[in-house]
């Protein structure tokens, strides 16, 4: 069974760090690129960060780059997501999924299982 947990929300005030983590069960994180997504109140879903099954390429949304990076290590089976100066609007429940790199669209993963996600609250 594969499952990926979430973990390191919380509520926090505007400019402080969190650093989410996603454990993965049931499968080599390796063999697996990886995603962070977030979905705020009445939004969409949308694509936060992306790191290849290997670690060495990453991308970012626009919204969070400069203050987000997305890191894993694979001989724990985990990624994180380090959150740095955050904003009111990075509030939302946070998601990591592992997948295969997008081949069309603006989404870099091909999502194959998501996590059920984790609450960041950013008060200002």
């Known amino acids: 069974q594969v499952q990926l947990v979430e973990s390191g929300g919380g509520l926090v005030q505007a400019g402080d760090s969190l650093r989410l983590s996603c454990v993965l069960f049931g499968r080599t994180l390796s063999s697996y690129s990886m995603g962070w997504f977030r979905q705020a109140p009445g939004k969409e879903r949308e694509f936060v960060a992306f790191n290849s099954w290997s670690g060495n390429r990453t991308s970012y949304a626009d919204s969070v780059k400069g203050r987000f990076t997305v890191t894993r290590d694979n001989a724990k089976n985990t990624a994180y997501l380090q959150m740095n100066s955050l904003k009111p609007e990075d509030t939302a429940v946070y998601s990591c999924?592992?997948?295969?790199?997008?081949?069309?669209?603006?989404?870099?993963?091909?999502?194959?299982?998501w996590g059920q996600g984790t609450q960041v609250t950013v008060s200002s």
């Open positions: 999924a592992i997948g295969v790199p997008a081949t069309s669209g603006t989404n870099p993963l091909r999502v194959d299982y």
